[in-house]
């Protein structure tokens, strides 16, 4: 089974309500992106919401909205922030294996804005269910896939990747001694912000 912690009612339900009518309005703006699991897969497509990205807030008013799931993660240093819608389908259509950051030691968060038949899975056939106001947290370097939904015109979710703090007790069962040891260059150079395959940018 898959190293993973999960959080049913991650926020309190009227947290999560003004979460979801934020993120799921009509006035929300998502984006394009052709292939869900890497830019290879040409076959499918999703819309995408960046958030954040490395040192950069791109959306300061989502960021606000989704401040409370942020306070639950406590990361020391946000890598990514980024939503992804996938639309009804046929039948339920899992993506391909992919890692959405390969940082030693960081950590990939899922929180589902709403309920349906899609999941998340995993290598080695572990599933979480798309239930809203959940979270599952995991070794970013486990490799992973979303499955869209074939009982309501759209999943979302929030996909965040981050760096925890080394005394936060909630996620020591997910970090290896591989993991602790690359904290130990990190926090020596902590000032210089990462790329999305772990090369610090100059």
């Not at 890497?38 to 300061?60: A, C, L, S, W």
């Not at 904290?183 to 000032?191: F, I, S, T």
Request: contains cysteine; negative net charge.
């Amino acid at each position: 089974m898959t190293k993973k912690v999960v959080i049913d009612n991650a926020v309190p339900k009227e947290v999560f309500k003004k979460i979801q009518e934020h993120m799921l309005s009509l006035q929300y703006n998502w984006h394009y992106g052709e292939g869900v699991a890497d830019k290879g897969d040409v076959g499918n497509f999703q819309f995408v919401h960046t958030i954040h990205e490395g040192y950069y807030m791109d959306r300061p008013n989502d960021y606000q909205v989704i401040y409370p799931v942020m306070d639950v993660l406590g990361p020391q240093l946000l890598i990514r922030v980024k939503a992804n819608l996938l639309t009804k389908t046929d039948t339920n259509e899992v993506h391909g294996m992919h890692n959405d950051t390969v940082i030693p030691g960081a950590l990939t968060a899922v929180y589902y804005l709403n309920t349906n038949n899609g999941y998340t899975i995993f290598e080695d056939g572990d599933k979480v269910e798309s239930v809203e106001n959940t979270l599952v947290i995991f070794p970013a370097k486990i490799r992973h896939s979303g499955a869209s939904c074939t009982d309501k015109l759209r999943r979302v979710v929030i996909n965040f990747n981050f760096i925890p703090w080394r005394d936060d007790p909630k996620w020591h069962a997910l970090m290896d001694d591989e993991d602790i040891r690359y904290r130990n260059h990190w926090e020596k150079d902590m000032q210089l912000p990462y790329d999305n395959n772990g090369v610090p940018c100059k």
